[in-house]
């Protein structure tokens, strides 16, 4: 389709970093979500590859995740699944990409309350976890922020 016509359908070209942005936050996100599923599926190996810098035990680690509340378990998978969701949507070159990143942000403020409340093992706690939890807010609030800026030039329809 000629620049021409796109104008006229009122459509816009996809611009080169919304390719790079989407596959880049898809595999970022695709981190997350094999955490989840592994941590879900209690994989001792996954989870003893994952504690290794930590002082804490794997049967110690399979409590903390199996003492979590239903509520912050929800929060969790509508954390992961909706960054993922909201990663193809951009790919998908849609508008829902912002919405799904939207639940993911909520998902993540009810996970970030429920770690930080004190439940968390104190040998998981430290300026690690809070720059990891840092990033994981900057990408989040980015992607959502992208998306809306996407939808708003109308790349994304």
Same mark, same amino acid.
């Given at each position: 389709?000629?620049?021409?016509?796109?104008?006229?359908?009122?459509?816009?070209?996809?611009?080169?970093?919304?390719?790079?942005?989407?596959?880049?936050? *898809?595999?970022?996100?695709?981190? $997350?979500?094999?955490?989840? *599923?592994?941590?879900?599926?209690?994989?001792?190996?996954?989870?003893?590859?994952?504690?290794?810098?930590?002082?804490?035990?794997?049967?110690?680690?399979?409590?903390?995740?199996?003492?979590?509340?239903?509520?912050?378990?929800? $929060?969790?998978?509508?954390?992961?699944? $909706?960054?993922? @969701?909201?990663? @193809?949507? @951009?790919?998908?070159?849609?508008? #829902?990409?912002?919405?799904? #990143?939207?639940?993911?942000?909520?998902?993540?403020?009810?996970?970030?309350?429920?770690?930080?409340? $004190?439940?968390?093992?104190?040998? @998981?706690?430290?300026?690690?976890?809070?720059?990891?939890?840092?990033?994981?807010?900057?990408?989040? *609030?980015?992607?959502?922020?992208?998306?809306?800026?996407?939808?708003?030039?109308?790349?994304?329809?």
């Amino acid at each position: 389709m000629k620049h021409s016509e796109q104008r006229r359908l009122g459509t816009k070209r996809t611009p080169w970093h919304l390719w790079v942005i989407g596959l880049v936050s *898809l595999l970022f996100n695709a981190f $997350g979500a094999n955490d989840y *599923l592994q941590s879900q599926l209690r994989n001792r190996d996954y989870i003893a590859s994952m504690t290794g810098n930590y002082d804490i035990s794997v049967d110690q680690m399979l409590a903390y995740l199996g003492g979590f509340p239903v509520w912050a378990e929800a $929060g969790w998978a509508f954390g992961v699944w $909706g960054a993922v @969701l909201g990663s @193809l949507l @951009l790919l998908l070159r849609s508008r #829902f990409a912002f919405y799904a #990143f939207i639940v993911a942000l909520a998902g993540l403020l009810v996970t970030t309350i429920y770690q930080f409340s $004190g439940a968390m093992p104190d040998a @998981l706690g430290g300026p690690g976890q809070m720059i990891f939890a840092a990033i994981i807010w900057a990408v989040t *609030l980015g992607l959502a922020w992208y998306a809306r800026r996407m939808t708003t030039a109308g790349v994304l329809r």
